[in-house]
């Protein structure tokens, strides 16, 4: 074998071993982080009242839209530029496409962070409906700099696809925001754990400004990547001009960021208009945000708790499939195509098993409240829809289709939102829930299409769909009996007995899962 040859084995090697164990590692952060938010849910649930949860709820569009602008489309632009780079093993342009980025993620949010601070009144009561959440918005406003500069440096490490940093500053800033807001709460409760939506959002930001100042620091700790290690920079590579390089980042990230603008602001429709709507159904203001404090504060993170397990995946989904292209090489994308959705949809078959067999336990033992319940079973069907909408658009990004994922995600959003206004005033929270399913539907089978229309590969129904299927169904069904059985008999706290059991249910689907070969070691090599 010539040299050539082996250092080219060895690149592959070593892209497989870090795609693997940066997945890994985002993987584990995300599911801790998934279980402390989770937990600071129900927390926040009991501290504030599902009235005031729903206020809480309200302001995250005004961060979306904003984070979107000065941070999403930059973000995925350093990533996917750096593991273009360093796939031609050119360090010099790496380090300038950082520091470019940062740059301009950082001018405009701390222009946004003026706008938004100045204007929180106006944002609260025109856009928002809710002139009570205008003192969050204020708070929120400081946190945009900080964000800037953790999304950058957390691209540039995706780019690398060194997800150490970004998976321990995920962990990071939930532990600071949750230990922050309980410090709060003890101090100001008076003996009772009290928490006011301004709090919360103090909890943020100072958990933003910790995970930003780690990631700053963790730049002068970094080694170089071991690409360049094993075989070096490339001698004929030149250094780009700013001019150029500047150029290439705007121009990967404004695409990205106008189509996440569009749908954050449709999106941001929808989230308004959701209380809106419900009270045209006959619900008092009250009435209305209480409802939709309970969907979207309670029953909507046991949905998105699997998605730890995506997102890991998804994030380095992008630069890996960037890097693939640059090398021309369509089988590695083939592969990373048909594990990555084969794995999507066999977490989000078993999260369904999961919420349509417990449902109504998991929200009555959990947070007290049977609307939570009755909300997470229906909501349970979204979880293999959105898992593999997640994978879908991360691909069809990395393949810098992202006018694809734009015009897919603007369909179903619409047909949402139009839903929405045709079903809750007529169904109520019913019709919520059925416009949430049908706009995803839309979204997922638009992405499906368009991935099949761009790559070639290998889609096995048998152990993608049919075996997860009938292992989730068989089992599911015996420990609910089992489940019912020992609540009956035993003095065991219910919250403890219902997650022991949903943690059960999972081990012994991907078990079988195992034993049956859908799940093989050959998806990984």
Known sequence: MSNKNLTTQQLHNINRASIFKGTLLLTLAGLITRIIGFFYKIFLSNAMGAELLGIYQLIF???????????TGIQTAISRLVAFELAKRNDKNVYRILKLGLLISVSLAMI????????????????????????????????????AVTSCINGYYYGLKRAGVPASTQLLEQIVRVLVVYLIATMTGQGDLSVTCEHAVIGIVLGEICSCIYNTLSLFTTKSPKQLILLGP???????????IVKKILSLSVPLTTNRLLINVLHSIETVLIPTMLRRSG?????????YGILNGMSMPFIMFPTALINGL??????????????NNGRLIGKTTAVSIKYSLIIGIVSTGVFVIFGNDLGSAVFHSEEAGSYLRILAWLCPLIYLTTTLGSIINGLGKAHITLINSTAGTLSKILLIIVLIPKMGIRGTLIAMLLGQLIITVLDAFAVGK?????????NSLVKPSLIVVLFGFLLKESYEFIKKMTQINEVILILTFCFI?????????????????????
């Open 234 to 244: 490339d001698p004929r590579s030149k250094v780009d001009p700013v001019r150029f």
């Open 283 to 291: 619900l008092s203001i009250s009435e209305a945000l209480s409802t």
């Open 314 to 327: 998804a994030v380095l989904l992008l630069p890996t499939v960037s890097e693939a292209q640059a090398l």
């Open 454 to 462: 761009n790559i070639s590969f290998e889609f096995e129904a048998s």
């Open 112 to 147: 946004l962070s003026v706008i938004v601070h100045q204007g929180s009144g106006i944002i609260a009561e025109r856009f928002l409906l809710e002139p009570r959440s205008a003192a969050s918005v204020r708070i929120m406003a400081y946190v945009f700099p900080f964000c």
């Open 61 to 71: 569009p005004v961060y979306g839209i904003c984070f979107t602008i000065y941070a």
């Open 505 to 525: 249910y999972c081990v012994i689907c991907m078990g079988f899962l195992i034993f049956t070969k859908a799940i093989s070691k050959k998806d990984f090599r």
